[in-house]
């Protein structure tokens, strides 16, 4: 047999490009985040250590922080980002709340909680360097509008390279998608198709074949034991197949024949064996061609023999593969057998 193969492309393009936002997330996740905690009271503002901001072409730096604060009060936090001179370089106010109370239906009973206290910034600086983040908790007010005095406590996390997650798996899934209907436009495309099931050993067909592609034979054959029968004393292993393939004109242009082993198989008493083979040519010259192949109708015993159910050739014409694949050689017009 000879080998062959057509375009590879489209295949190389499904395991490497839908890769590629997974391979920027999985990336993003290699840095470990910086943690801050900073206590800040409306007369002290609270700053946080000095963490590190880097600018660059994998994600952008993200600050989360959540502020602890008393049940049933709200805060509006006066937030600063300083640089390493303690010059502000970004100012912004949040306000948060946080209530909770206690819940009856019917004899069952509960607590309840609600909150709005995270704080988050996605930014990218300008150049990379160190920075502090000061807040101040103005207005931190009670049920009853009442000032509080209490000190409130965030705790955070900085990354210098966050991604968005889901968009990056969106964006996974809809190329895998993409390029599967580019795959099956290159590979599951041909120029016909044609199957042929008979009740005997014997399939054959003329059909019109040859040019670019390839001509994919598969050929599938079942047999079973009479009813009720168990194969005690024989069972199959291998079965001789025949392969030909004549022109036009009736010259035979491909003689093969191959032994094949069987797969038995059983379900609720019953048993059958089966072959299944794949076999591809390439016919340069379009024409008419007569394609016949041949596996036993039966096999010994002769009192229970295993008897052929069913033969199917199925025929693909102009078909590409991505890897290569053997090819059964076809003798050109002219040349003894």
Known sequence: MTAATTVRWPLLALLLLPLLPLAV???????PPQRLVLVATEE????????ELRDGWLGSPRIAMEADIPSNSTVVLEVRLLDEAGRTVLELYKDGWRESGLWTDGGNSGSWQEQDTALLLQLRPQSSGRFQLEVTPEEL?????LPLQAPVTLRGTVRNHSVAAGLLVFTAVVTQAIVLCLLGAVYGAARSRRLLRVEHGVAAARLPLGGPGLVKLVVNAHWELPDGAKPETYSP?????????SDAAGERRLDH???LPLDMQVSDGDYWITLSETYYL???????????VTVPEAFAPQDDPWEIEWLELWVEDGINTA??????????????A
Request: charged share 20%; glycine share 8%; hydrophobic share 40%.
């Open 44 to 51: 002290q503002p609270g700053r946080s250590e000095p963490f």
């Open 282 to 292: 390439r016919l340069a010259d379009p024409g008419s061609y007569r394609v016949r």
């Open 25 to 31: 997330l999985a990336l993003s996740a290699l840095e």
């Open 237 to 245: 292993t291998t079965a001789l197949l025949c392969l030909s393939l």
């Open 141 to 145: 007010l009670d049920a009853s509008g």
């Open 257 to 259: 024949q191959v032994t």
């Open 323 to 336: 890897f290569q694949v053997p090819l059964l050689p076809i003798r050109p017009p002219g040349a003894r």
